[in-house]
């Protein structure tokens, strides 16, 4: 297999921090790596694999001899950068919204629809966090008993807003309590004790751009059909780290939630939870940190004809960002499409 010169473009961010540390953890042999970031946090000293790392400032031609640059630097960033390292024959793998709905760009969860990524034309994108937690669980469903309408309800920690909106609860939270002041920066109502139903701006139908982000990215990623009635709330809840969701799902097919448990149990990156008489159900506080995309409380769905409804929790930085973008990168290898 060959080897790769990578970068990560975004090193100081929150979610550059989490791809710095799982690079190491998946274990992704390269031949040279390199930390870039804004001017604000160039010449940061980075500790990687018992190595002391300079942080630089991305400029064009930090990309020369790069193979795979793995990026969490926001959408700008992206689309400054995209061009630059595409024409030095450089992958990358973005992590912001820029291009996922473009179609020359695979949108891709590893392990679910690998084999999208063999159609990339230099840039891959990394699908927003709240959709990327249900494709591990929804793939083999869909496989089995075929998606026929879709409603998700999620409940997202502040770190999806990144390390400004962690130090913004962690204060508000303080101030709250001391009974002093507070104005909000990163939301647009206080986030301690709290929960706002907006996440991103509103758009035309109501909806705002992360319940669509789920509506669109989940049908490119499953290959679902274009009109398959799929219908998002976002809300941002005073957690400081991973997203929940509460899950109704309408299949073609008759379905038990016994099957379902037992096609959970024995799929890529699922853990199921789910024995409410002893209070087994997964929550965040089970799934910040680690990999799985913990799943419980399946049951049949009164709503709908052959329909369940399931609780689904994960780290938003690891599988909702950091841990899938390696992934990426690790099956990229793999496949040599570098
Ligand atoms: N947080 C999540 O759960 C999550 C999930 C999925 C996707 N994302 C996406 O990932 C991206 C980063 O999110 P984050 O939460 O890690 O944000 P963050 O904590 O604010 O970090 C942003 C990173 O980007 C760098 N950066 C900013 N402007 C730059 C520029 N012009 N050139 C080079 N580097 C630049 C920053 O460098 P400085 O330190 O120099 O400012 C920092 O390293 C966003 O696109 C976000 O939408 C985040």
Redesign the pocket.
């Known amino acids: 297999m060959r080897k790769p010169n990578i970068a990560i ?8 921090r989490e791809i710095t540390k799982i690079v190491d953890e998946l274990g992704i042999e390269f031949n040279e790596i390199k930390f ?7 010449g940061t000293k980075l500790e990687f694999q018992g190595k002391t790392y300079t942080v630089e ?2 400029k064009p031609e930090s990309f020369d001899g790069v193979n795979i640059v793995l990026a ?7 689309q ?1 950068f995209a061009p630059e390292i595409v024409k030095r024959g450089g992958v990358l793998i973005d ?3 820029a291009f996922r709905m473009e179609k020359d760009v695979p949108l891709v969860i590893a392990y679910v629809n690998d084999e999208d990524l063999k159609k990339h034309k230099g840039i891959i994108s ?1 699908p ?2 709240s959709t990327s937690q249900l494709m591990l669980v929804l793939k083999p469903l869909n496989d089995k008993f075929k998606i026929k309408r879709l409603i998700v309800s999620t409940y997202q920690a502040v ?6 909106a962690i130090k913004e609860l962690k204060a508000d939270t303080e101030a709250n309590l001391k009974g002093e002041k507070f104005e909000n920066i990163c939301f647009k109502k206080p986030i301690s004790f709290n929960v706002i139903p907006q996440i991103d701006v509103f758009c035309e139908n109501g909806y705002t751009k992360e319940e669509m982000k789920v509506v669109n990215e989940t049908k490119k990623i499953l290959h679902l059909d274009a009109d398959t009635p799929i219908s998002c709330t976002a809300a941002r809840v005073p957690v400081f780290n991973g997203h929940s969701e509460a899950v109704d799902i309408e299949f073609e097919q008759s379905v038990q939630p016994d099957e379902v448990r037992k096609i959970l149990e024995s799929s890529f990156g699922v853990k199921v939870i789910d024995n409410p008489e002893n209070f087994d159900y997964p929550t965040t506080r089970d799934a910040s940190g680690v990999d799985p995309v913990f799943v419980g409380r399946i049951r049949k769905n009164l709503a709908f004809k052959n329909g369940i409804s399931l609780w689904c929790v994960a780290d ?2 690891r599988i ?2 950091a841990l899938n973008t390696v992934r990426i990168c690790q099956k990229i290898i793999e496949m040599d499409l570098f």
Request: charged content about 5%; some cysteine; aromatic content about 0%.
């Open positions: 473009l975004g090193a100081t961010g929150v979610v550059g870039l970031s804004s001017a604000k946090s160039a400032e991305a969490s630097a926001g959408g700008s960033t992206s400054k992590n912001s919204s990394n927003n966090c770190s999806g807003a990144g390390l400004a938003n930085l909702g960002a």
